[in-house]
């Protein structure tokens, strides 16, 4: 087992856990591009009674932050870093991780937890399933999954069980469902844990992420469902989001993108209702194998101990793929015996669903998914960037705070010093620097709210940057001149205040351009890289 960068001095308090059997277990979800009203609990129409039980149990953060993309938010759950810190390769999933970085699964396991993984990695490269870069080099016990960042439901190509090849699972098989097989590995793995020690369980979906590819019936479920639109659909979402209280109901609907035309006006109707009845079908499908996971921890008497998180990774994808969009991840034929021609890229009349097809549910979806916030998931607009976040801890959460609304704002650079803090490892050296985030556990026990005055939460990836304080953010769409918003009354970033406000503009630019150069500092190699005091310290 590989444990970079743990210094034996540090572990000696945290291996002497009074009693380990007692420490909550951690199960730690994450979805693959979905927007912020997709779920029912959110205020979105998509069948998800699992997530929506733990849910009305927890607790829903509604000022909940990811990165913009699917391997930037995987490396800050993972790190408790920024992307750029902690992915040295010029920001980029192939170098993998740090190799100095105390990966969370490390630090847990040091505490005495079983960790497993299953699912998608993303942090590593693919042309490498068994470098030291992944899963089960860097701290997790068992890994079942994929590296790669995209992968046919019904094949993934570079699948395996801690680096050992395992694509024969769906040799000549029509009935391989990656999240099925995602989810059974998950239950195996527990089902065969130690038992006297906590464990923690990290479960990342591709689900909802391009191709789209379902069950026959769950499509079914939802065949008609869709067809007065995207407009009418945003304005549904949003009257019910106002309900459930997850946006404020002053701020406004955002107009819809410019890329997107009216339903009304919109050609190939019924392909458009089928990519979204795809897409709604890997969600219920998904949720439904959460709720598998679930069962199991309530039927082994773990789940009133087991701190339960559901997150996505990214706003909804926007991008429309063309039939030249093609790589490792896809192929000629089907692999279900049959050899039937696959039809790669958006093509108007292909119906999605099956492994014949290779599509994405493009902009007119996405920005409904992404209701009521502004672009999508490459961006630094609150629609590329909000996420649910559902917190479920039986045992753990007081009781008037359960089925309610947390609105801390905080991020997924969080993440990792609030699982430490519950394992009670905040002991531990912080490397290659210390976390970036701050812990969020005496908010879900509903000790106290997490102080959010003063603090800043950065983001530069992709089409983005952007720059959050308090109420305040500075954002670009790419290279674009800087916006400026008051969330607090403008959530929905319409009104842009860069020419009322050039003091507080400024502030924040001079803000970010430090950030950024404590960033390139770091990476240069030119910062010292400090030992967290550790609390109480």
């Known amino acids: 087992m590989n444990f970079p960068s743990l210094l034996l001095g540090s572990l000696c308090a945290i291996f002497l856990i009074s009693n380990a059997s007692a420490a909550p277990n951690i199960v730690l979800i994450v979805s693959d591009d979905m927007g912020y009203s997709d779920l029912g609990c959110y205020g979105g129409e998509i069948e998800t009674p699992n997530l929506d039980a733990l849910a009305e149990g927890g607790i829903r953060f509604t000022n909940y932050y990811v990165n913009n993309m699917c391997w930037p938010t995987r490396a800050s759950l993972m790190t408790g870093l920024y992307p750029k810190m902690a992915l040295p390769k010029n920001g980029g999933a192939d170098g993998g991780l740090h190799p100095d970085a105390t990966t969370l699964p490390e630090a847990l396991q040091a505490t005495g937890y079983e960790t497993f993984m299953s699912g998608k990695w993303h942090l590593s490269s693919a042309s490498e399933p068994d470098g030291v870069h992944a899963p089960h080099h860097r701290g997790f016990d068992q890994f079942y999954g994929t590296i ?22 769906w040799e000549g098989r029509s009935d391989y469902y990656y999240t099925d097989t995602i989810t059974d590995y998950a239950v195996k793995f527990l089902k065969e844990a130690d038992g006297e020690m906590p464990f923690f369980l990290y479960v990342a979906y591709t689900a909802a992420h391009w191709p789209l590819h379902a069950h026959p ?22 009257e019910k989001m106002k309900e459930l209280g997850v946006v404020d109901p002053a701020w406004d609907l955002s107009p819809r993108h410019p890329d997107v035309p009216a339903w009304t006006d919109a050609g190939d109707k019924a392909w458009q209702q089928r990519r979204m009845e795809v897409y709604a079908a890997q969600v219920t499908c998904m949720d439904r194998n959460i709720g ?11 789940f009133e101990n087991t701190l339960f998180l559901f997150q996505h990774d990214n706003g909804g994808c926007h991008v429309e793929y063309g039939p030249d969009r093609t790589g490792s991840w896809t192929r000629e034929t089907t692999t279900d015996g049959k050899d039937t021609p696959i039809v790669p890229g958006n093509v108007p009349g292909v119906m999605p669903g099956p492994q014949s097809t290779f599509q994405s549910y493009g902009y007119g979806w996405a920005n409904a998914s992404n209701t009521p916030f502004r ?12 996420s649910p976040l559902i917190v479920s801890w039986p045992s753990g959460i007081a009781e008037d705070r359960k089925g309610g609304l947390a609105k801390e704002i905080c991020h997924s650079i969080d993440m990792m010093p609030t699982l430490l803090e ?29 102080t959010v005055e003063g603090r800043s939460i950065y983001w530069a990836h992709a089409k983005g940057r952007a720059i959050r304080k308090g109420d305040w953010k500075l954002v670009s769409d790419g290279k674009g001149p800087w916006e400026l918003y008051d969330l607090s009354t403008d959530g929905t970033e319409l009104q842009n205040l860069i020419e009322e406000s050039p003091e507080k503009a400024s502030g924040l630019q001079s803000e970010f351009a430090a950030w950024e150069k404590r960033i390139a500092a770091f990476n240069s190699g030119k910062t010292k890289k400090k030992k967290s005091p550790g609390k109480g310290k």
Do not use: C
């Not at 790669?148 to 699972?169: I, M, V, Y």
């Not at 598998?292 to 773990?302: M, N, Q, W, Y």
């Not at 394992?423 to 879900?444: M, N, R, T, V």
């Open 292 to 302: 598998r996971i679930v069962a199991h921890l309530k039927e082994s008497g773990d």
């Open 422 to 450: 519950l394992a009670g490892a905040d002991a531990l050296e912080q490397k290659p620097a210390p976390w970036e985030g701050k812990s969020l556990l005496s908010s879900i026990k509903g000790e106290s709210n997490v």
């Open 375 to 386: 672009l999508f998931k490459q961006h630094d607009h609150e629609g590329g960037t909000r």
């Open 217 to 238: 019936e769950d499509i079914a479920q939802y065949e008609g469902r869709y067809a007065e639109g995207w407009d009418e659909l945003r304005l549904q979402r949003h």
């Open 148 to 169: 790669h960042g995209a992968s046919d439901f019904f094949a993934p190509d570079d699948l395996q069980l801690n680096g050992k090849s395992r694509t024969h699972e």
